[in-house]
Nanobody
Framework: QVRLVESGGGLVQPGGSLRLSCAAS????????MDWYRQAPGNQRELVAS????????NYADSVQGRFTISRDNAKNTVDLQMNSLKPEDTAVYYC????????????WGQGTQVTVSS
């Protein structure tokens, strides 16, 4: 059974940075495709970034391209999201998610961590 726990959220001023981390309790972490999603109040949950099992293939939403970086450490069973140049519209609950077969929609979700960008 895969369990995901996010950390690193908080309040930051516009233009600031935050680093989110997701720790996975999974013996097969290296075969999981990992994603970060977010959901703002009144909005649907949206995919922010994803990283394949090797860590070499990454995809980003247009709204975060060039500002956010996803990375994974298969030795530590973690996936991080470095968020720079944050904007108020980045305010949302951020969720870590895993596709346990390495492809397709995510099957496992974390509990989420709040990110608030405000002055």
């Amino acid at each position: 059974q895969v369990r995901l726990v996010e950390s690193g959220g908080g309040l930051v001023q516009p233009g600031g940075s935050l680093r989110l981390s997701c720790a996975a309790s999974a013996s097969n972490f290296r075969v999981l495709r990992m994603d970060w999603y977010r959901q703002a109040p009144g909005n649907q949950r949206e995919l922010v970034a994803s990283i394949d099992v090797t860590g070499r293939r990454k995809n980003y939403a247009d709204s975060v391209q060039g500002r956010f970086t996803i990375s994974r450490d298969n030795a530590k069973n973690t996936v991080d999201l470095q968020m720079n140049s944050l904007k108020p519209e980045d305010t949302a609950v951020y969720y870590c998610a895993a596709a346990i077969r390495g492809f397709g929609p995510p099957n496992v979700w974390g509990q989420g961590t709040q990110v608030t960008v405000s002055s």
